[in-house]
T-cell receptor, first 114, second 115 residues
């Protein structure tokens, strides 16, 4: 099993450009989520999905869109990139949404917006 | 809302000496707590989790953590540090928000292991 796969690993964008960060998992997990990691701030939840066709906002959703057309894929779209979106982005998946559920993380996408 | 506080942003230890990474939580009920490790340029990996069973939780790679309700703490320890333990460590609490359990992350502790 590959687990959670994110592409690309690195990306540089110009302000105003759009792009999609890809995330795929092969564990048949219902729950998927996107986080951003900034220095000294831990990981913060951007958007999440509890199943195909269902998405919702997390703590920091502004400037990002998501969709979940299949169980396996959960892409994150930046519509008009801003320097404040320079960050490391992590996708995660889990079998459910229980209190003690373990999350599995991808290796991250390092995004720089200039 | 629940939260976690990691008391040290950086910790340095010598190889072979004990490791202590501190985490305090705030919760109005019995929490689920986790420790994740992130090696350089890698994703996060679960070290261990507390789910209201045994208060002393053993994890991978010789790490363990003790849940102390009276001190609202969940500190991570290891008796003897190895060079491969150099990484960033996150304390996480699971909180019920808008009907779904979500992770609330601490700000992380970067562990440096000196030869």
């Amino acid at each position: 099993n590959a687990g959670v796969t994110q592409t690309p690993k690195f990306q540089v964008l110009k302000t105003g450009q759009s792009m999609t960060l890809q995330c795929a998992q092969d564990m048949n997990h219902e729950y998927m989520s996107w986080y951003r990691q900034d220095p000294g701030m831990g990981l913060r939840l951007i958007h999440y999905s509890v199943g195909a066709g269902i998405t919702d906002q997390g703590e920091v959703p502004n400037g990002y869109n998501v969709s979940r057309s299949t169980t396996e894929d959960f892409p994150l779209r930046l519509l008009s990139a801003a320097p404040s979106q320079t960050s490391v982005y992590f996708c995660a998946s889990s079998f459910g949404t229980g209190r003690s559920t373990e999350a599995f993380f991808g290796q991250g996408t390092r995004l720089t917006v200039v | 809302a629940q939260s976690v506080t990691q008391l040290d942003s950086h910790v340095s230890v010598s190889e072979g000496t004990p490791v202590l990474l501190r985490c305090n939580y705030s919760s109005s009920y019995s929490p689920s707590l986790f420790w994740y490790v992130q090696h350089p340029n890698k994703g996060l990996q679960l070290l261990l989790k507390y789910t209201s069973a045994a208060t002393l939780v053993k994890g991978i790679n010789g790490f363990e953590a003790e849940f102390k309700k009276s001190e609202t703490s969940f500190h991570l320890t290891k008796p003897s540090a190895h060079m491969s333990d150099a990484a960033e460590y996150f304390c996480v609490v699971s909180d019920l928000i808008s009907g779904t359990y979500k992770y609330i992350f601490g700000t992380g502790t970067r562990l440096k292991v000196l030869a």
